[in-house]
């Protein structure tokens, strides 16, 4: 299983980029790499997903490398609404027994 | 809109007791998941299901059992509750293992 990895943690002011990066050094050929938000109370809620380079949505960016053992969810001007807990979630390739979510960091974005 | 339900978002039961939490779905999806959420440990996978009657256990299938008689509707069983079983309960559905998964609002279940 692709073990994932991502700071506990951020910290951020109104209007500034966050990019958050998630580790997954054992990620298989075929995984998807896969980016949750989540609010207090609610269900976490997809943001975007890649394979490789790079993926723009309306929210956010994400970045992998050519290596792909790592990705970088990129945030751009976040605001207070923002503050919230960031999953990455790598796997699919084998189905579902393969994916793998982080334990996710939170966001705190402060005015 | 995809609309994911969970049958309680809070439930309190006691130790021993079996306890049932249901999930349902209105997107036809063939794939349902039943995820726990622990303080630090992020969410793990209980279960999960890619059609009727069919499942597989996730990392940590222990202690649960899951029902899938018709294709809306995902089940999780806690045989015998305990209190390592407090946590909160995230049920959700996907099309392939490559798509987003559409999550309910959870189940907050307390066993005492």
């Known amino acids: 299983l692709a073990k994932t990895t991502q700071p506990i943690s951020m910290d951020s002011y109104e209007g500034q980029e966050v990019n958050i990066t998630c580790s997954h050094n054992n990620i298989a050929t075929n995984d998807y790499i896969t980016w949750y938000q989540q609010f207090p109370s609610q269900g976490p809620r997809f943001i975007i997903q890649?394979?490789?380079t790079k993926v723009t949505n309306e929210v956010a960016s994400l970045f992998i490398p050519a290596d792909r053992k790592s990705s970088t969810l990129s945030l751009p001007r976040v605001s207070l609404s923002d503050t919230a807990v960031y999953y990455c979630l790598v796997g699919g390739s084998s189905g579902y027994s393969t994916l793998t979510f982080g334990k996710g960091t939170m966001l705190l974005v402060s005015p | 809109d995809v609309k994911v339900t969970q049958s309680s978002r809070y439930l309190v039961k006691r130790t021993g007791e079996k306890v049932f939490l249901e999930c349902v779905q209105d997107?036809?999806?063939?794939?349902m998941f039943w995820y726990r959420q622990d303080p630090g440990l992020g969410l793990r996978l209980i279960y999960f299901s890619y059609d009727v009657k069919m499942k597989e256990k996730g990392d940590i299938p222990e202690g649960y059992s899951v029902s899938r008689e018709k294709k809306e509707r995902f089940s999780l069983i806690l045989e015998s509750a305990s209190t390592n079983q407090t946590s909160m309960y995230l049920c959700a559905t996907g099309e392939t293992a490559y798509n987003e998964q559409f999550f309910g609002p959870g189940t907050r279940l307390t066993v005492l």
């Open positions: 997107m036809d999806h063939e794939n």
């Open positions: 890649g394979y490789k």
